[in-house]
Each structure stands twice: as structure tokens, then as C-alpha cells.
DNA sequence: TGCACGATGAAC
DNA sequence: TTCATCGTGCAC
């Protein structure tokens, strides 16, 4: 299936974070190409969403955040669990998508339901953090042809600090999925 | 140099 | 509702 182009990526948050859903994640490593369909995903949209790691600043942690779209950013969360998050739009702009459920394609286990077990199942961690998603082994493919999606816009998971951007509709997923992450 | 806490998940 | 577990950001 075709590798998705920067220009995917160089696009409103909002529109590639809808677009990713039922796309395929890829990761070859140990041999193994490992895949998941996305089904759960989280828009963030910048410094100026207060849910975002953007909202911080420039810091070591988010620089990947605001670099050039198409990239990973990778970040320990509870000392225990690796999100994983695509950047989007235009280098600074420091928006990104969480990926948060896949449904297992190909050499993951049925544990994918959620961004801590999804990053564990595909084997992501820091080591892919800044990685470039239009490398050859990390990357994101269209899906072969499937029935039209119902999207279902929920508010985001986890973020009720964040005022009134905790109430806005940025998490997406596949209606009557089963593998859309509980809560 | 120290410390409170988090875009989680599982157990109780 | 509690807890495991640790890097990050900011206070001191």
C-alpha cells in the first residue's frame, strides 16, 4: 500500500487526524513488519490549546512538536506507558495527532486498545522519538478500499485541566469499533 | 537540587 | 478509588 506523503501531514490537524482513521501504522523491526489499522486518534492543536505539550513551550521534550511535519513525537507518560503522535502542519506550528487504538493487523497482540498498550504492541518507544514517518521502517500506509467510516467526535481523554479546551470535540474514532479504548 | 504531576492501565 | 513508576518543567 502507498506510504502516506509529507503533504498528508502538511494539513489542518483536525483533517489528518479524521484521515488517519482506518489508515495502517507500520513498524519493521527484528525482522517482523508489525501493522495496526488506526481506529482512535486525538488532535492537538498547538501552543495555544492548553491540553497540548506545545502549551509549555519550546523545551527539549516538545522540540519535536515543533519541528517539520510527518515526524514522530514519542513521550514517556506515568513513567511507565510511550505515547505516540504524529506532527502535522507547518514547521512551528507545533500541532500533532495522537494515535490512541489500532485494530491488529499483522504480528501485534489483541492488547492495542489505548496509547500506552498500543506503542507496547508495536514496539514504539523513545528510540523513534523525532523519527521520520516517511522512512522506510516507520511509517504510515494507505489501507486497502473500505466501506465509507462513521466518525464519532468525542472531547479528549484526560485533559480536564486544560479549561475550555478540555470540552472541545478533537477525539475521533471509528464507530462500533471494538477496539476503540475505553472510558 | 528537589518536587509535584501527568494525553495510562490494571487491580481492588 | 488506588497505585505503579519516572522524565519533565518549574520552583527554590
Known amino acids: 500500500m502507498r506510504k502516506l506523503p509529507r503533504a498528508f501531514y502538511d494539513r489542518d490537524t483536525i483533517a489528518v487526524a479524521r484521515d488517519l482513521l482506518g489508515k495502517h501504522l507500520v513498524h519493521v523491526c527484528g525482522g517482523a513488519a508489525r501493522i495496526g489499522r488506526i481506529v482512535e486518534v486525538e488532535a492537538y492543536l498547538g501552543p495555544h490549546d492548553l491540553a497540548a ?66 506503542c507496547r504492541a508495536m514496539r514504539i518507544d523513545k528510540r523513534l522519538n523525532g523519527h521520520d514517518l516517511l522512512s522506510r521502517d516507520f511509517y504510515i500506509a494507505d489501507a486497502p478500499p473500505h466501506e465509507p467510516l462513521t466518525i464519532v467526535k468525542r472531547p479528549r481523554v484526560g485533559v480536564d485541566y486544560a479549561g475550555h479546551w478540555a470540552k472541545r470535540l478533537l477525539r475521533f474514532y471509528i464507530k462500533g469499533n471494538p477496539f476503540v479504548s475505553k472510558r
Open 53 to 118: 505539550h506545545s502549551a509549555k513551550g519550546l523545551t527539549p521534550r516538545t522540540q519535536v512538536m515543533f519541528g517539520p511535519p510527518g515526524h514522530a513525537y514519542v513521550y514517556l507518560i506515568y513513567g511507565m506507558y510511550w505515547c505516540m503522535n504524529v506532527v502535522t502542519q507547518r514547521e512551528g506550528q507545533a500541532s500533532a495527532v495522537l494515535l490512541r487504538a489500532l485494530e491488529p493487523v499483522k504480528n501485534i497482540d489483541e492488547h492495542t486498545r489505548g496509547p500506552g498498550l498500543l
